[in-house]
C-alpha cells in the first residue's frame, strides 16, 4: 500500500512539473525562449496561462504551447546590453559587429536587420555586411560596381547585356559599309531587301516586321475589295535602309533630329535605289520608334506599288490616314501576329482638339492640300479612316443609306488608277453646298464615335492598392503619395488628358502640382547622366517662352542615376502637346533617370508661386514613388 501510494505522488509530481516551472507570470517582461527543436526566439510576452505563451515578435505574434518549451529565461539584460552597445556604435564595423553580437545572443533576426542595415548605411560598401544582407556585387551597365540582391542579379544582367549590345549596334560606322542583310520573305522572290549596317539579327525583327505589315495591308485590302481587284505591282522587292544610328541618318540624309524616317516614291542617291525607305534603329521625338517608322512609311511604298501616276495626286487624309492607321495604330501580340489597334497619342490628339474646338472640320479635312497638311491633320485622318472601317455606322444622305466601310472600300479603290478627291459625291452629294451639308451631317457621329472610344492603357492599377499604377509593357510602377488633409492629395490624371508621349501623371487637389511620367529611348547610348540631360535640355529650350535655367543637381533615386534639371518658363503653344498653354509662369523639375537602355523623363511642374510648398512634396513623397520594373520590352 505504501509503495502504491508513493508510485501515485511520483507521478503526480512529474505530470506538475511543466507547471510548476512556470509558476512565476512572464507577462509584460522581454523573454528568451528555447523550444525542444532547439529554436529560440527572443520577445515580450503579452499573454501567460497554465498552458501556453503569447509572444510579440518583431514580425508577428506567436503562440507557445508550455509543452514545447525546454527553457525561459529573462531577456531585459539582453536587451538592455544591446541598447548599451548600440548608443557606443560609430563605423560601419561597429554595427556589423553588433549585428554579430546579437546573432550569437539569438536576438530578433530584425533586430539583426537593422543593425546591418545601419553598418551599410554608415559604409555602404561595408562587404561582410552587405553579403549577411543578401546582397552580390554586380557591375552596370556603365561598368560601375554596384551592390545588388541576389534575386535582382539576373534581371540586372540582362539589362547590361542589353546594353553591350545596344552600344555595340550604334558603335560609330561608316553609311558604305550598308549591305543586303536580308531579302524577305524568301531569297528566290522577295518582297523586302533590307540594307543595313546594323547586326543580322536586328536588321532580321525589321524584316520580319515589313512581311507581317503587307499582310496586314492585304488583309485590309481584302476586307473592302473581295472580288480581289486590288493588286500590287511588280516592281521589284522594297528597299528599306536601315542606319545603325541616328546620327549615321542625319549624316547621309541632312534631316533634323526630331524625324525617324522616310519613304521616297523617287530615286535616292546615297543608296542608288528607288523607292526606299531610309529609317535608323532607335527612338525620335516624344514617342516614336523604329517599327512605328516602318509601319508609317511602309504603307507609303505599298500604297506606291497599288497606285499608278502621280503618287501624291491622292488626297492627303488617305495617305497619311492610312499610313498612321498601320504605323501608328499597329501593334504585335505576344506570338508576334500583326494586329491594328488604336493608336494612343492620335486619339488623345483629336479628342482635345475636339474639347476645345480648335480641331480641322471635316470639310476642310477632305480638301486640304498638301502644302497645309500638318502632323495635327495626320490625326484627324486617321480618325476618319478608323471611323468609316470599325464604327459600323451609315449615313443616309437624300433618303439613300450608304454604309461607311462600303463607301471607303469604293473611294479606295477609286484612287487606284488615278487620284480622286470625291468622297462626299459616292454618298449623293451633287454640289458645293451638298458637299458642305453632308460633311456637317457626318461630323457629329464622327466625333461622338472618336469621343467613345477606350484610350490604349500602358498599364493597370494594383488590385489591393489603387494609388498603384504598373506598367508591365514599359517598364514602370507609380504609387501616388497617402493623403494629408488639407496639405495634399494625389490622384491619378485619366489617360485620356495625357499629351503625347506621357505614360501617367498625378496631381495634387489642394494645388498646381503635377508629375508626369514619359519614357525614351537612348539612341546614342549616352550612359552617363550629366551627357544625357545636356541633351535633353536643348530639346527643353524651345517648348517654353522666357525660360530661366536654375542650378542642376546630380543624384540617385533607389540606386541608380538620375539628373535633375531645374527651369523657369511659360509653356509654348503645341498642336500636339499643349493646344491651350497653361497661362501662368510655371516652376519645372525634370529628372533624367537612367533605366539600362532607356531613360525616363519625370516632370514636376507647379505655379511659381506654390512651388516652396510643394517642392518638398516632390521630393520625399512623389519621386520615390516611381520605380523600374526590370522587363523592360524595349
Not at 524568301?186 to 547586326?199: K, L, Q, R, T, V
Not at 526630331?258 to 523607292?275: L, M, S
Not at 472610344?453 to 488590385?463: Q, R
Request: some cysteine; aromatic content about 10%.
Amino acid at each position: 500500500m505504501k509503495q502504491k501510494l508513493l508510485t501515485l505522488l511520483a507521478m503526480i509530481a512529474i505530470i506538475a512539473l511543466p507547471t510548476l516551472a512556470y509558476a512565476q507570470s512572464y507577462t509584460g517582461k522581454n523573454v528568451k525562449i528555447t523550444r525542444r527543436n532547439g529554436r529560440t526566439m527572443v520577445g515580450k510576452v503579452i499573454r501567460d496561462t497554465p498552458d501556453e505563451i503569447e509572444l510579440e515578435l518583431p514580425y508577428g505574434k506567436v503562440t507557445i504551447p508550455k509543452s514545447d518549451i525546454q527553457k525561459i529565461v529573462d531577456a531585459q539584460g539582453l536587451l538592455d546590453e544591446h541598447s548599451k552597445r548600440k548608443s557606443k556604435c560609430k563605423t560601419g564595423e561597429d554595427w556589423y559587429q553588433l549585428a554579430i553580437w546579437a546573432e550569437k545572443n539569438d536576438l530578433a533576426k530584425k533586430l539583426i536587420r537593422d543593425d546591418l542595415n545601419m553598418a551599410i548605411k554608415v559604409d555602404t560598401n561595408h562587404e561582410k555586411a552587405r553579403i549577411r544582407l543578401g546582397y552580390k556585387k554586380f557591375k552596370d551597365e556603365r561598368g560601375n560596381i554596384k551592390w545588388v540582391y541576389r534575386r535582382k542579379q539576373g534581371e540586372l544582367e540582362g539589362v547590361a547585356k542589353g546594353v553591350e549590345a545596344e552600344r555595340d549596334a550604334v558603335k560609330d560606322r561608316p553609311w558604305e559599309e550598308n549591305e543586303v542583310i536580308l531579302k524577305l520573305p524568301n531569297a528566290g522572290n522577295p518582297d523586302y531587301e533590307i540594307h543595313s549596317n546594323c547586326p543580322e539579327p536586328l536588321a532580321r525583327q525589321y524584316g520580319d516586321f515589313m512581311v507581317k505589315l503587307k499582310k496586314g495591308l492585304i488583309k485590309l485590302v481584302r476586307g473592302i475589295d473581295p472580288q480581289g481587284n486590288v493588286k500590287f505591282r511588280n516592281l521589284g522587292p522594297g528597299v528599306i535602309f536601315i542606319c545603325n544610328s541616328q546620327k549615321l541618318f542625319r549624316e547621309v540624309t541632312g534631316q533634323r533630329p526630331g524625324v525617324g524616317g522616310f519613304y521616297t516614291p523617287g530615286f535616292f542617291p546615297p543608296g542608288e535605289a528607288e523607292r526606299c525607305i531610309v529609317a535608323f534603329h532607335g527612338t525620335f521625338g516624344f514617342s516614336g520608334d523604329t517599327f512605328k517608322v516602318l509601319g508609317h512609311e511602309g504603307t507609303h511604298q505599298l500604297q506606291g506599288l497599288m497606285w499608278y501616276g502621280n503618287f501624291s495626286s491622292r488626297p492627303p487624309w488617305l495617305i497619311e490616314g492610312l499610313a498612321v492607321y498601320f504605323g501608328d495604330g499597329h501593334y504585335l501580340t505576344k506570338s508576334g501576329e500583326f494586329k491594328i489597334g488604336i493608336p494612343r497619342d492620335r486619339l488623345n490628339t483629336l479628342r482635345r482638339g475636339f474639347k476645345t474646338g480648335r480641331y480641322v472640320k471635316l470639310i476642310n479635312l477632305l480638301y486640304t492640300p498638301y502644302a497645309q497638311f500638318s502632323g495635327f491633320h495626320y490625326a484627324h485622318g486617321w480618325g476618319l479612316i478608323h471611323w468609316m472601317l470599325h464604327s459600323g455606322q451609315s449615313i443616309t444622305f437624300k433618303g439613300v443609306k450608304y454604309d461607311l466601310k462600303t463607301v471607303f472600300g469604293d473611294f479606295f479603290k477609286r484612287n487606284l488608277k488615278q487620284g480622286f478627291q470625291g468622297l462626299a459625291q459616292l454618298m449623293g452629294a451633287a454640289s458645293r453646298n451638298e458637299i458642305i451639308a453632308l460633311a456637317n451631317q457626318m461630323e457629329g457621329p464622327w466625333k461622338q464615335y472618336i469621343n467613345g472610344l477606350t484610350v490604349p492603357s500602358v498599364g493597370v492599377f494594383d488590385k489591393k492598392n489603387k494609388r498603384l499604377f504598373k506598367s508591365e509593357s514599359v517598364g514602370f510602377s507609380l504609387e501616388a503619395p497617402k493623403p494629408k488633409r488639407n496639405k495634399s492629395e494625389w490622384e491619378f490624371v485619366d489617360e485620356s488628358e495625357l499629351t503625347t508621349g506621357q505614360l501617367a501623371a498625378t496631381k495634387d487637389k489642394f494645388s498646381s502640382a503635377k508629375f508626369t511620367v514619359s519614357q525614351q529611348a537612348n539612341t546614342e547610348v549616352i550612359l552617363d547622366v550629366d551627357k544625357l540631360a545636356l541633351s535633353v535640355r536643348r530639346e527643353i529650350a524651345g517648348s517654353y517662352n522666357d525660360l530661366k535655367a536654375l542650378p542642376g543637381e546630380r543624384g540617385e533615386l533607389h540606386g541608380r542615376a538620375m539628373y535633375a534639371l531645374n527651369f523657369l518658363g511659360k509653356e509654348k503653344k503645341n498642336e500636339f502637346l499643349n493646344p491651350e498653354p497653361y497661362p501662368k509662369r510655371v516652376r519645372v523639375r525634370l529628372v533624367v533617370y537612367l533605366s539600362g537602355k532607356n531613360y525616363f523623363l519625370l516632370k514636376c511642374q507647379s505655379d511659381e508661386a506654390d512651388w516652396d510648398k510643394v517642392s518638398e512634396d516632390f521630393k520625399k513623397n512623389v519621386l520615390p514613388g516611381f520605380k523600374i520594373l526590370f522587363n523592360q520590352k524595349k
